[in-house]
């Protein structure tokens, strides 16, 4: 066994000897792998490969105690960069896609979208490495303090400007129902700050110290990947789902992007709604039970209160016992002109509408254009919106239905937001996540979109129901049991029982602050260590 370790440590050396642009080259490659461990895929054990040879690289570019601080964050913000843009050039080129459903306008922007994105992305992971670049040491703790430094990256990433954390590291483990059950305790930012922790760890045994010392650290990782998923495990065996005494109707049509907002196909595409409100029962309802019915994000295609006859259709396919939550666009008169607004609508079984949530969160470049007078003049306009782009909602609030339950709506990427949904006050009975992936057909974005809604209710123990035009619909619990789903672009239904609420979970209790405390400690403890050791130098 020894003999196998010290042979296993000769390794490394590609890594702690290359330089130049071998380097840069082996950093963009490790991070364009290390979103394999990403949904569909799921391979978070290819972490033990990619990170533990990042930190080589490092190891190799730092050399500790030689180089200027300039030339050590330098170094760092280079090799991060690199590391970010191929991890999130890998994660994320699907949004591509989005780009050729009307190409005539759009195709053009593709290549800079694709790139574009990643590489703005990927300054998160720079500054994240620069920082811990900038305290580097040659000691088992300059992992601690990698895993601290990503941490407040990817915190930052999904704070700074609108904020966008999609594909945080922590997402590593969502694949993992188990080990994913760690994040009712952590959240999100917790799980990335493990993965860079645990996953890394292994770099210390291209060490030059005793092998004990250096499989002591190893040891204590494997600890800790262990109790998460004896944590997981127990968490999901000693509870089972509970049900309200509301059942649901997700209603998932399958209706193609292209043909959404065509005017000759308008009518069609309400009738499918109607006529899918109104089929037969599945086998998860219950008879003599109120129901709400869940259409996804802008499915009508028209302007409801602007269409005579929309509500007593509705009305006509509900049924007096029965509720709707739709998607939709709405507007309203402005000073310049309409404004126009992503919403939820929730609409009684008379016909009345008895709720309204405008988003607040909007996507960029998505529902509207950041410096749109400057970008116009280069025909860059939003993408899923009207023309003149969508307005945000003014405030953040839940709806009711049949008096009693209210719930969080979550329009598309709102849901991707671990704040948004930790922070809810009072506390919804579930959260109802509309939207529309059709934009990205077959690629891994409607995967990730649904693992990041999954991860939500784990963080705070409220279940989600999800309603997608194209997939992926289903209905989870609060420990985040997927009870029903639908494939992408599968056109069906789920008639399931609302899973109740699970006791509060210490996440949504103190939500991201124990993390951010512990990673600012350890790089505060890092910044004495390297004081110290240069006072002794002098």
Not at 333 to 346: C, D, K, M, Q, R
Request: hydrophobic residues 50%; charged residues 15%; neutral net charge.
């Amino acid at each position: 066994m020894h003999l196998l370790i010290e042979k296993l440590s000769l390794l490394p050396n590609a890594f702690l000897l290359a330089w130049g642009w071998p380097r840069r080259g082996l950093c963009l490659l490790l991070g364009a792998v290390s979103a394999l461990a990403l949904p569909p895929f799921g391979l978070f054990p290819i972490l033990f490969l990619t990170l533990p040879a990042f930190v080589w690289l490092l190891d190799g570019a730092l050399e500790t105690g030689k180089s200027g601080a300039f030339k050590q964050v330098r170094t760092g913000f280079v090799l991060g960069w690199l590391f970010g843009f191929g991890y999130y050039l890998s994660g994320l080129w699907w949004i591509g896609s989005a780009f050729l459903v009307e190409a005539e306008r759009f195709a053009w922007l593709m290549p800079f979208a694709i790139v574009a994105m990643p590489a703005g992305l990927a300054l998160f992971t720079g500054l994240g490495a620069a920082l811990a670049g900038f305290f580097w040491g040659d000691t088992r703790w300059r992992i601690l303090l990698l895993a601290a430094a990503m941490t407040l990256a990817d915190w930052l990433k999904g704070t700074v400007l609108t904020g966008f954390p999609w594909n945080a590291f922590g997402y590593a483990f969502s694949e993992s129902l188990v080990l994913a059950q760690t994040a009712s305790l952590v959240g999100l930012y917790g799980l990335s700050f493990l993965a860079w922790g645990v996953f890394a760890m292994l770099a210390v045994l291209a060490d030059s110290r005793p092998l004990s010392q250096r499989l002591l650290p190893v040891a204590a990782a494997t600890a800790v990947l262990i109790s998460m998923a004896g944590y997981g495990g127990y968490r999901l065996m000693a509870s089972e789902t509970e049900y309200e005494d509301l059942d649901i109707r997700i209603v998932q049509p399958a209706v193609s992007q292209k043909d959404k907002w065509q005017p000759e196909l308008r009518d069609q595409i309400f009738q499918t709604y109607l006529d899918m409100t109104e089929a037969p029962l599945g086998g998860g309802a219950r008879v003599g039970v109120p129901r709400l019915v869940v259409w996804p994000e802008s499915s009508i295609p028209f302007l409801l209160t602007r269409e005579p006859g929309a509500l007593r259709r509705i009305s006509a396919a509900l049924g007096t016992h029965n509720e709707l939550a739709v998607g939709a666009v709405r507007v309203e008169a402005g000073e310049n002109g309409p404004l126009y607004f992503n919403s939820i609508y929730t609409i009684t079984g008379d016909g009345a509408v008895s709720g309204l949530y405008d988003k607040v969160r909007l996507v960029p470049f998505g529902e509207y254009v950041p410096f749109k007078q400057v970008l116009d003049q280069v025909g860059i306009s939003n993408l899923a919106g009207p023309g003149v782009g969508f307005q945000a909602g003014f405030q953040r609030r839940p709806l009711t239905v049949f008096e009693d339950f209210s719930f969080l709506p979550l329009i598309c990427y709102e849901a991707i937001f671990p704040v948004i949904t930790a922070s809810a006050s009072p506390r919804p009975a579930f959260f109802l996540n509309v939207t529309n992936d059709a934009w990205f057909g077959h690629t891994p974005g409607p995967y990730q979109h649904f693992a990041q809604a999954q991860l939500r209710s784990i963080e705070t123990g409220v279940p989600t129901v999800r309603a997608a035009n194209t997939g992926i619909s289903g209905m989870i619990d609060g420990h985040g049991r997927i009870l029903s789903k639908l494939a992408i672009f599968d056109k069906g239904l789920i008639d399931a029982k609302l899973p109740k609420q699970i006791d509060e979970t210490f996440y949504r209790s103190f939500q991201n602050a124990p993390v951010l405390i512990i990673s600012i400690i350890i790089v505060i403890f890092s910044s004495i260590r390297r004081y110290n050791r240069f006072s002794r130098l002098n």
